[in-house]
């Protein structure tokens, strides 16, 4: 067993390596690592490291996702996922899990009303002030409006390097997340703007699309 040796940090406060005895919120530091104790870690949804099936909706406690990668809330506290492994958005809220828009295990793109949609792989999100969504595909940018209608604002099937309006812009990607759009941030005035990891650059979709 490793052995740290022992520091004082603050009254009465003696730790080894990251575990902390004594004054809570006191920080704690070992190992060029700093935890604070009063910060604790719970789960809200899903199953944590459990064999089973990969989804599910319903009860917070029972629900299933699939190597979801991108959370945002909004303003009522309401939890939206990217659940990538199944291609599609879910919602968290008062304790139960829906499926927002996109359908388990049917991948594919197609833009209209959520019964029909399709999604590949959503790996990022972004939340405005009027609840509208903004998903990020490896080579596709969509939208998610507040009344479920989704829409693409830019990106192609193909993966390429080209500026110019949203319907032949290209972005980087190869179907991984790390190769396409891996992050989406939102101004006030309404612009995109995307970490395009394939082509090594941060891209800018302005508020008309």
Do not use: W
């Not at 064999?51 to 990668?69: E, S, V």
């Amino acid at each position: 067993m490793k052995q740290f040796p022992l520091n004082r940090i603050g009254a009465g406060v003696l730790f080894a390596g990251a575990i902390a005895l004594g004054l809570v919120g006191a920080a704690c530091r070992g190992g060029g690592v700093t935890y604070r104790p009063a910060v604790s870690v719970s789960t809200i949804a899903g199953s944590g490291p459990v064999r089973g099936a990969d989804f599910a909706d319903g009860p917070a406690a029972t629900a299933r996702f699939a190597r979801p990668q991108a959370i945002v809330v909004d303003q009522t506290g309401t939890v939206y996922v990217a659940d990538t492994g199944n291609d599609c958005i879910r919602r968290l809220a008062e304790g139960q899990v829906s499926t927002v828009v996109g359908a388990c295990g049917q991948r594919g793109h197609v833009d209209g009303q959520a019964a029909s949609v399709r999604f590949s792989k959503p790996a990022a999100l972004a939340i405005d002030r009027a609840g509208n969504l903004y998903v990020k595909e490896a080579t596709f940018l969509r939208k998610v409006a507040a009344d479920g209608t989704v829409s693409t604002l830019a990106g192609t099937d193909d993966a390429g390097y080209l500026d110019g309006p949203g319907s032949t812009a290209m972005f980087g990607g190869n179907g991984s997340v790390e190769d396409g759009l891996t992050g989406i941030g939102l101004d006030q005035a309404g612009n995109i703007y995307v970490a395009d990891g394939g082509n090594h650059c941060i891209r800018k979709v302005d508020a008309g699309g």
